[in-house]
């Protein structure tokens, strides 16, 4: 079946540092949404993205996908220790929603 | 307005036993989701409902059933419990079930 693969598993960066997750799909997908789990807590939706090469920014958040519709990434700038958790992209298929991996973000002060 | 609530928030059964978890959706959403989410790793989907009928399934065993009632609260039960079904699970609302889905806090399961 369908898999969205995302990289790196695991990102601890400094408190100030950029961060990048990737989300990439062996197939063309019709949408993209990005969710944010806390740790203890549940996934928050953050944004969805539908377009060919839509950008789309959300304070220090900037989503982008793909021109293909296979992949796509969310870039936090200057992280800080409120962006730890786990990063998920994932898609809408007909009936239900398809997790990525998922990127844990570890925020060290 | 209230979120979607799930209850319970914790449950520890042992092996074997029965469990039935419940979900009430954001008002004015007929669409309830269910997924399983497995320590380190992404929500799996099990079921949607929408309008007391079930319009998905995903690849889980016969075990697993859920049903969704007038006021579109729903329930998802477990039988004959495996070490393997310890997770969280996750319920979704939305209004028609294409649109954006609002995650509950979720109820974590533990077999022993």
């Given at each position: 079946g369908q898999q969205v693969m995302q990289i790196p598993q695991y990102q601890h960066v400094q408190e100030g540092e950029?961060?990048?997750?990737y989300c990439?799909?062996?197939?063309?997908?019709?949408?993209?949404?990005w969710y944010k789990q806390r740790p203890g807590g549940h996934p928050v939706f953050?944004?969805?993205?539908?377009?060919?090469?839509?950008?789309?920014?959300?304070?220090r958040l900037t989503?982008?996908?793909?021109?293909?519709?296979?992949?796509?990434s969310l870039h936090i700038t200057a992280t800080q220790t409120t962006d730890?958790?786990?990063y998920f992209c994932a898609y809408r298929g007909t009936d239900k929603l398809i997790f990525g991996t998922g990127t844990r973000l570890q925020v060290f002060p | 307005d209230a979120g979607v609530t799930q209850s319970p928030t914790h449950l520890i059964k042992t092996r074997g036993q029965q469990v039935t978890l419940r979900c009430s959706p954001i008002s004015g959403h007929k669409s309830v989701s269910w997924y399983q989410q497995v320590l380190g790793q992404g929500p799996q989907f099990i079921f949607q409902y929408y309008e007391k009928?079930?319009?998905?399934?995903?690849?889980?065993?016969?075990?697993f059933s859920?049903?969704?009632?007038?006021?579109?609260?729903?329930?998802?039960?477990?039988?004959?419990l495996l070490l393997g079904d310890s997770a969280l699970y996750l319920c979704a609302s939305s209004v028609r079930g294409q649109e954006t889905q609002y995650f509950g806090p979720g109820t974590r399961l533990l077999v022993l």
């Amino acid at each position: 079946g369908q898999q969205v693969m995302q990289i790196p598993q695991y990102q601890h960066v400094q408190e100030g540092e950029d961060f990048t997750t990737y989300c990439n799909s062996s197939t063309t997908l019709s949408n993209i949404q990005w969710y944010k789990q806390r740790p203890g807590g549940h996934p928050v939706f953050l944004i969805q993205l539908v377009k060919s090469g839509e950008v789309k920014k959300q304070k220090r958040l900037t989503f982008q996908f793909g021109e293909a519709k296979k992949n796509s990434s969310l870039h936090i700038t200057a992280t800080q220790t409120t962006d730890v958790g786990t990063y998920f992209c994932a898609y809408r298929g007909t009936d239900k929603l398809i997790f990525g991996t998922g990127t844990r973000l570890q925020v060290f002060p | 307005d209230a979120g979607v609530t799930q209850s319970p928030t914790h449950l520890i059964k042992t092996r074997g036993q029965q469990v039935t978890l419940r979900c009430s959706p954001i008002s004015g959403h007929k669409s309830v989701s269910w997924y399983q989410q497995v320590l380190g790793q992404g929500p799996q989907f099990i079921f949607q409902y929408y309008e007391k009928e079930e319009r998905g399934r995903g690849n889980f065993p016969d075990r697993f059933s859920a049903r969704q009632f007038p006021n579109y609260s729903s329930e998802l039960n477990v039988n004959a419990l495996l070490l393997g079904d310890s997770a969280l699970y996750l319920c979704a609302s939305s209004v028609r079930g294409q649109e954006t889905q609002y995650f509950g806090p979720g109820t974590r399961l533990l077999v022993l």
